[in-house]
């Protein structure tokens, strides 16, 4: 039986495409865009204030890079370098589509792409602080601080009042999304495969972008198509390709290296923690329709790599978070992704290999957005694909 056709694929496609257009059309009848940097910025205050929220997330561009690299030192993360090349180029649709700049300063780098931009580019952008130590009592009353002002800021810069059932509706819309993307991406997992997980990674993208009504209405459609297809659970109890967990820094929109050359070599990503894929959207629970609400569900959640300080491989939840992953999708390999002078990934890394040692085989890869790396990337994945193979008849 082939892979069935789903329609509502094509859909998100379609409608990102238009979607420069219509942020054009918004602008001109007097809507305003949140271009935004990081996961950690909730775009539920932003929707309820009537503004648009886009990500800024673009990765894999080599050129943008080097002009972005004029600006920064090549000692810094290429994501941030890819960055600034947007607006030192000012051609990207979305940056050239964004009245109100924000960056949340979840870590160093990000901080300084706030700096650079208000320097180089006369934009001054809204800071958000993510404090280091949000497990602590203390680390979330600072982040409902951040959080408040944060908003009175974007009230200003929309000339609105944030209203109280606005952020009701808000909260509920995301809560929506949330739960359906975590129903869709079960079934990429499956043996029969009626989705891919790249399928499913880029329709998370495209929420980045999308107008979130209508990314609701479709994801919703897309999840309709997969129930209605029937899909068999685990045929055989093993899959013919190993299945990845794919961890570790950014991989942006437009950065697909990694991904291409794992499928390449005949492996299957069942399982992701990116920041640009399943991580944010899970464990999030806003308890009341209020800011401070708002605030406790973010430092709730699964956290980032560079994020936080002082804890032990027990209580880190981001591993807990991983090996949840890998009980419930049969992850075989964890591929742990850096990129160069990502400094907090690449720090965690050691950790992180040892936490897994025992539970799943485990390849480190640094890179750039440059293809020179290609070869060795290949024949490293390879290598890895078939130490699982091999791993696989041990155990048998």
């Known amino acids: 039986m082939g892979k069935i056709k789903l329609e509502s694929l094509d859909k998100i496609r379609d409608a990102l495409a238009r979607r420069p257009s219509e ?84 870590c160093m780098q990000m901080y300084r792409l706030g700096e650079l931009i208000e320097e180089y580019f006369e934009r001054k952008p809204l800071i958000l602080g993510v404090p280091r130590n949000f497990y602590l009592p203390e680390g979330k009353e600072y982040f409902r601080y951040e959080l408040e002002s944060f908003a009175r800021r974007l009230e200003k810069a929309s000339g ?44 998370i993208q495209a929420g980045f972008y999308l107008d979130r009504f209508q990314y609701r209405v479709l994801l919703k459609e897309l999840l309709r198509e997969l129930e209605d297809s029937k899909p068999e659970s685990h045929a055989s109890g093993i899959d013919e390709k190993p299945r990845i967990l794919l961890s570790g820094t950014i991989i942006a929109p437009g950065d ?22 399943l991580r944010p959207l899970t464990h999030v629970n806003v308890k009341d329709y209020s800011i401070g609400s708002i605030a406790d569900a973010y430092m709730d959640r699964v956290p980032c790599g560079s994020l936080p300080y002082l804890l032990s491989l027990e209580t880190d939840r981001r591993l807990a978070n991983m090996a949840d992953l890998i009980h419930t999708y049969r992850v075989e390999g964890i591929i742990y992704h850096t990129l160069r002078y990502c400094d907090p990934f690449t ?20 890179t750039e957005y440059a293809p020179v790396d290609v070869e060795a990337l290949r024949t490293r994945v390879e290598a890895f694909m078939e130490l699982i193979q091999n791993l696989r008849v041990v155990r048998c």
């Open 23 to 106: 942020l054009e059309k918004a602008r001109q009848g007097g809507a305003k865009v949140v271009g935004y940097f990081c996961s950690n910025i909730p775009e539920e205050i932003i929707v309820a204030l009537g503004l648009i929220p886009v990500r800024l997330c673009r990765g894999g561009d080599v050129r943008q890079v080097e002009v972005g690299s004029r600006y920064v030192s090549t000692k810094n993360c290429v994501f941030i370098r890819q960055s600034l090349g947007m607006f030192a180029e000012g051609t990207d649709p979305y940056v050239r589509n964004s009245d109100i700049i924000a960056v949340a300063a979840t």
């Open 160 to 203: 609105r009042l944030l209203e109280p059932e606005a952020l009701k509706e808000s909260i509920q819309l995301y809560g929506d999304i949330r739960e359906t993307i975590s129903r869709i991406y079960k079934f990429q997992a499956l043996d029969s495969e009626p989705v891919t997980w790249r399928e499913v990674f880029e329709t």
């Open 256 to 277: 697909t290296k990694l991904i291409d050359i794992i499928e390449k070599m005949g492996g299957r990503v069942v399982a992701d923690d990116l920041c640009s894929g």
């Open 347 to 366: 720090f965690k890394a050691v950790e992180t290999k040892k936490f897994f040692q025992d539970r799943a085989a485990f390849l480190e890869i640094h």
